[in-house]
């Protein structure tokens, strides 16, 4: 199945719909993104938006979810809202924090208040 998110005037997503595949077959069975766009239209009219969306993020970044912003220069889409506020976006549309992750195969999370990862405790696995 293939999926086409609708942009509204300012480019966010409003809605992601899912279309048949067959229906993107061109007569050589090639997959063409504008016949998606044509069903879009035809179900909801021809003054809508309409971009396709990979569901395992294979192309324009991540699978588009309402509320995101498609960026057609990058052809891109993303979050614009920051996981945490003190997070900074970077040129490629990726979420930082000011510190970066420990990398030592432990699990984290974010702490927003002391601006640190904190490691999540696991329990014993050693069995003392």
Not at 40 to 54: A, E, K, L, M, P
Not at 66 to 71: E, S
Not at 72 to 98: G, I, K, M, Q, R
């Amino acid at each position: 199945m293939a999926h086409f998110a609708q942009l509204d005037d300012n480019n966010t997503v409003v809605q992601v719909i899912v279309v048949s595949n067959a229906d993107l077959l061109d007569e050589n069975e090639v997959e063409q993104e504008t016949l998606g766009v044509a069903v879009c239209q035809s179900i909801f009219g021809n003054d809508t938006t309409w971009v396709q969306t990979s569901y395992n993020g294979n192309f324009r970044k991540q699978y588009a979810c309402v509320g995101d912003t498609f960026v057609s220069d990058a052809d891109v889409f993303y979050t614009p809202v920051a996981p945490f506020p003190s997070w900074t976006l970077d040129e490629n549309y990726d979420w930082h924090a000011p510190t970066p992750k420990p990398e030592d195969g432990k699990l984290y999370l974010w702490n927003e208040d002391s601006l640190t990862w904190v490691e999540i405790p696991t329990g014993d696995t050693n069995g003392d």
